[in-house]
T-cell receptor, first 112, second 114 residues
Framework: GQQVMQIPQYQHVQEGEDFTTYCNSSTTLSNIQWYKQRPGGHPVFLIQLVKSGEVKKQKRLTFQFGEAKKNSSLHITATQTTDVGTYFCAGPYAGSQGNLIFGKGTKLSVKP | DSGVTQTPKHLITATGQRVTLRCSPRSGDLSVYWYQQSLDQGLQFLIQYYNGEERAKGNILERFSAQQFPDLHSELNLSSLELGDSALYFC?????????????FGPGTRLTVL
């Protein structure tokens, strides 16, 4: 069946280091969304990418959508302790009108 | 605060029991989604409703059922509970229920089955 995979599953960084998480889909996606879940919290929408090769930036966060629209990445420059949490990517479930399939997420911890 | 409310926040019950989780979507949102999140697991999609009707079904067990009412709030019913049903259950809502919608998640209900 359709899968959305994320690597790494866990990442521990020193504050100030960069961080990247990768998302790979078994199918071509019409769009991809990224969510962040802080420890003890709920997922919060970060961004949506729609176009092939699209790159979007939010302050220290850079999101990319692959040319084939089957992969995506989130890069954080100079991590801060506020970046701690789990980052999920999600794409449309094939043939579905409305639901998304989520990756298992990358859990980021930042050592001050 | 996402504007999505879920009750109760915590629920502790015994195996074999039945519970009901409640979700109120953001004002103006017509679609509601239910997800299950187990320890160190991602978000498993259970079911989606749009304006009172079921729109999509995921890995929802037959022991689980849901509905969306005319006032758009939704309930997830879990019956014949097993230890493995212990998890965090999230409700999310969106405006149109399409795959390009932003989903707004509620704070979740933590279910513990003893």
């Amino acid at each position: 069946g359709q899968q959305v995979m994320q690597i790494p599953q866990y990442q521990h960084v020193q504050e100030g280091e960069d961080f990247t998480t990768y998302c790979n889909s078994s199918t071509t996606l019409s769009n991809i969304q990224w969510y962040k879940q802080r420890p003890g919290g709920h997922p919060v929408f970060l961004i949506q990418l729609v176009k092939s090769g699209e790159v979007k930036k939010q302050k220290r966060l850079t999101f990319q959508f692959g040319e084939a629209k089957k992969n995506s990445s989130l890069h954080i420059t100079a991590t801060q302790t506020t970046d701690v949490g789990t980052y999920f990517c999600a794409g449309p479930y094939a043939g579905s009108q409305g639901n998304l399939i989520f990756g298992k997420g990358t859990k980021l911890s930042v050592k001050p | 605060d996402s504007g999505v409310t879920q009750t109760p926040k915590h629920l502790i019950t015994a195996t074999g029991q039945r519970v009901t989780l409640r979700c109120s979507p953001r004002s103006g949102d017509l679609s509601v989604y239910w997800y299950q999140q187990s320890l160190d697991q991602g978000l498993q999609f259970l079911i989606q409703y749009y304006n009172g009707e079921e729109r999509a079904k995921g890995n929802i067990l037959e022991r689980f059922s849901a509905q969306q009412f005319p006032d758009l709030h939704s309930e997830l019913n879990l019956s014949s509970l097993e230890l493995g049903d212990s998890a965090l259950y999230f409700c999310a809502s969106s405006v149109r229920g399409t795959t390009t919608d932003t989903q707004y998640f509620g704070p979740g209900t933590r279910l513990t089955v003893l």
